[in-house]
């Protein structure tokens, strides 16, 4: 049962990494036994799970829903989020390894190749490089527990992160502060390398209240 209900959780999460599913969404009991070859008891098992870490939201009409935030919710979320990834990019700069500093070099090279040929075009492409940008310097930290939450309060807010690189100069500005970020982490300044972390998530209220809006 545990492997069923393990199976139905990574499904969730693997549409919700891709988009597939968003804030607000209803979760189909039925679609997600029939997609696993599953019966009702780990789906369920699966959701009562995903509630816990706050990923998904039960109501008596509605069933189970991806989790959608209120704006205090998601400056809140934001807050604690922008930490965790601050914490990160410092432990990075202590303790990131030859391997994960060529793959963060790589990255940061990729980032800006991207700006440099399409600009502000193709957000989803530049998404995906600015996910590998977050899960390199994480893992560069070597804290399992930390990486598990930073990626629990990543998929509370990801439809919104998203959206964010459709918005004018996003792209640009984020390769630029990729850019500095790796470099305090290569230059091993770890109270640099978390301060310009910190930054990077430094949103004003209207950006909130856009991104909020841009997901229906």
């Known amino acids: 049962m545990a492997g069923q209900t393990d ?6 999460i693997a549409r ?8 607000g969404n209803t979760i189909s009991e039925k679609e997600v036994m029939v997609t696993c070859a599953v019966s ?34 998601f400056l809140t979320i934001l807050e604690v989020h922008a930490n965790l990834e601050s914490f990160a990019a410092g432990l990075a700069a202590h303790r990131i390894t030859e391997a994960t500093e060529a793959d963060l070099r790589a990255n940061v090279a990729a980032c800006q190749a991207h700006v440099d040929t399409h600009g502000n075009a193709e957000p989803a492409q530049y998404y995906q490089l ?7 310097v994480v893992r560069a930290a070597s804290n399992d ?8 309060n990543a998929r ?8 964010r690189y459709r918005h ?15 470099d ?33």
């Open 7 to 12: 199976q139905v959780i990574a499904l969730i």
């Open 16 to 23: 919700i990494d891709a988009g597939t599913i968003l804030p």
């Open 40 to 73: 009702r008891t780990p789906v369920r098992e699966a959701l009562i799970r995903l509630e816990t870490d706050g990923l998904v939201q039960r109501h008596s009409r509605k069933g189970a829903v991806i989790f959608k935030p209120t704006v205090a919710e």
């Open 130 to 136: 600015n996910l590998q940008f977050h899960e390199i």
């Open 145 to 152: 527990v930390l990486m598990h939450m930073v990626k629990t």
């Open 156 to 163: 509370k807010l990801m439809a919104y992160y998203r959206m």
């Open 168 to 182: 004018p100069d996003a792209a640009i500005s984020s390769a630029k502060e990729h850019a500095v970020i790796a």
């Open 184 to 216: 305090h982490i290569l230059a091993r300044r770890s109270d640099d390398a978390a301060s310009a972390m910190l930054d990077h998530f430094n949103y004003d209220r209207q950006t909130v209240m856009d991104l909020i809006t841009s997901v229906g």
